[in-house]
């Protein structure tokens, strides 16, 4: 079953403005990692945050979580057009796999 | 790169056709996943190998066939398939550290329309 919730589904901003990006999710989780997806292409993994996080901070990305809301979010400072693309959430509800939301679309233009 | 090569990167095909995608990756890993992604939908996942056994199959049809020869390699044969299966096909793998929820290298998909 679907284990992250993004929102907003899409996000249109210009380049140099800060992109927020929230996640929801329904049950208790070791991790939560956030992912990147070009049109068309695999997902690349971007960032992971341990249940005992609260932030963590990676070149301009910076995610939150709060475990007490079942939420987190990413935000990436200072977009770039590079930063188009969408944006995936994910945590292991059972197991070892990753369960995933649909996405937050980002666009960044010039 | 990823890591992990999938292969075709397109296919189409009819309904009775019978084709494979084949994923393999160059990492060492020694879990393997096959995720499916439809318009407007979450990534689905469809199986997991773990050390070349099967530990996940997600409800998924018996049109789609895993095997996982070894820790490098996974295929999905696909069989009679229906114009509802046209997605992109994601393979990934990881490490297999025993952590719960472990960080995912993808390919780049096979992207599969079924006329």
């Known amino acids: 079953s679907q284990q992250g919730e993004e929102d907003p589904q899409a996000l249109s901003i210009q380049e140099g403005e800060n992109a927020t990006m929230n996640c929801s999710y329904k049950?208790?989780?070791?991790?939560l990692q956030w992912y990147r997806q070009n049109s068309g292409r695999g997902l690349v993994h971007l960032i992971l945050?341990?249940?005992?996080?609260r932030e963590k901070h990676s070149g301009r990305l910076r995610v939150t979580l709060d475990t007490s809301k079942k939420s987190s979010s990413l935000l990436i400072t200072a977009s770039r057009a590079a930063d188009t693309a969408s944006y995936f959430c994910?945590?292991?509800?059972?197991?070892?796999?990753?369960?995933f939301g649909k996405g937050t679309s980002l666009l960044v233009t010039p | 790169e990823t890591g992990v090569t999938q292969t075709p990167r397109h296919l189409v095909m009819g309904m009775t056709n019978k084709k494979s995608l084949k994923c393999e990756q160059h990492?060492?890993?020694?879990?393997m996943y096959w995720y499916k992604q439809s318009a407007k939908k979450p990534l689905e996942l469809m199986f997991v190998y773990n050390f070349k056994e099967q530990t996940e199959n997600n409800s998924v049809p018996s049109r789609f066939s895993p095997e996982c020869p070894n820790s490098s390699h996974l295929f999905l044969h696909l069989h009679t398939l229906q114009p509802e299966d046209s997605a992109l096909y994601l393979c990934?793998?990881?490490?297999?550290?025993?952590?719960?929820?472990?960080?995912?290298?993808f390919g780049s998909g096979t992207q599969l329309s079924v006329l």
């Open positions: 990934a793998s990881s490490q297999r550290t025993g952590e719960i929820g472990e960080k995912l290298f």
């Open positions: 049950t208790s989780i070791n991790n």
């Open positions: 945050i341990r249940s005992n996080e």
């Open positions: 990492l060492g890993h020694n879990a």
């Open positions: 994910a945590g292991a509800l059972s197991g070892y796999a990753l369960n």
